[in-house]
């Protein structure tokens, strides 16, 4: 039996995740009352079940002790029952722009203020222990729900190995603003600018002929060949630390032509380098 238990940060895609493990043939129980946990799984395990993939899902409540949870789920490794656990995460930041967005009230802020903040940093505090010891950590601060369905995909379908590192690279526009969750900007607004030419000013990075005009300075062959050098140094230490998502975000004046073709030579240049996840999206293209 595959047995998974999902759990992190409210607001992290716990749900999210839950119905990816569905959808790939999980049977999958949530917020299940501490007390049943392991008789949920004493039953679950018989040799007769025809359950054989099984996602739990726990999470912080103001009503119940989440080491009550983490007690139990010892016991069960203890007996001798296997099992992974995934920790959805990410960043107070994000967190908190999920809660107002959705207009929830956060399991743990305190009355009267009921300050979102607050309650974040409770859980953290909570949590600190389990996700210490989780197996695969997901940081959705800035990961594409198609890019952590493939992960999950890759874990408990293909068997693959699980990148710790998730690498964004992303393109957009000064003019715009700089992405908020980048953890590093790069301003390629030295080369000359397509938007200026005629026949280019209406394409992207996307196409050919633009491709090819920013690739003809030699300065573009460059700028990627010491930036591919220095990330090369940096990703191993990153993962060897423990981050979870690199974003890398590459900037031109409106995100269309410079930019986007750095970004996906980037990507094309590091795609086979190391052990880590790697996607590119453009944030401010037309298309």
């Known amino acids: 039996m595959r047995f998974v238990v999902v759990t992190g940060m409210s607001g992290g895609g716990k749900r999210t995740a839950m119905k990816m493990l569905e959808d790939i043939g999980f049977y999958c129980v949530d917020n299940l009352p501490i007390p049943l946990i392991d008789k949920f799984v004493e039953l679950i395990a018989t040799p007769n079940s025809e359950i054989q993939k099984v996602a739990?899902?726990?999470?912080?409540?103001?009503d119940q002790n989440f080491a009550d949870a983490s007690r139990a789920l010892k016991n069960l490794r203890e007996n001798g029952y296997i099992y992974d656990i995934v920790f959805m995460d990410a960043s107070d930041a994000t967190l908190v722009k999920r809660y107002k967005e959705s207009r929830r009230i956060h399991p743990l802020a305190v009355a009267p203020d009921n300050r979102i903040e607050d309650g974040i940093r409770r859980e953290r505090k909570i949590l600190e222990e389990i996700k210490s010891e989780a197996d695969y950590v997901f940081d959705t601060s800035n990961l594409l729900t198609r890019t952590l369905k493939e992960e999950l995909d890759k874990?408990?379908?293909?068997?693959?190995?699980?990148?710790?590192?998730?690498?964004?690279?992303l393109s957009f526009g000064f003019k715009n603003g700089i992405p908020a969750d980048a953890d590093m900007v790069f301003?390629?607004?030295?080369?000359?600018n397509p938007f200026y030419i005629d026949e280019l000013k209406h394409l992207t990075g996307k196409d050919k002929a633009v491709?090819?005009?920013?690739?003809?300075?030699?300065?573009?062959?460059?700028?990627?060949?010491?930036?591919?050098?220095?990330?090369e140094f940096l990703i191993p230490s990153y993962v060897k630390e423990g981050k979870h998502q690199l974003v890398i975000a590459i900037?031109?004046?409106?995100?269309?032509?410079?930019s986007v073709t750095?970004?996906?030579?980037?990507?094309?240049?590091?795609?086979n380098k190391g052990d880590?996840?790697?996607?590119?999206?453009?944030?401010d293209t037309k298309d």
């Open 56 to 62: 739990l899902g726990l999470d912080v409540r103001a």
């Open 251 to 258: 900037g031109c004046t409106g995100g269309q032509h410079r």
């Open 187 to 192: 301003d390629v607004r030295f080369l000359p």
């Open 155 to 169: 874990i408990f379908v293909t068997g693959g190995s699980y990148n710790s590192l998730l690498v964004n690279i």
């Open 262 to 271: 750095l970004a996906n030579e980037l990507y094309d240049r590091m795609k």
């Open 276 to 283: 880590y996840g790697l996607s590119v999206d453009h944030r």
């Open 211 to 231: 491709r090819d005009y920013v690739m003809s300075f030699d300065e573009a062959g460059t700028f990627l060949n010491k930036l591919v050098d220095m990330l």
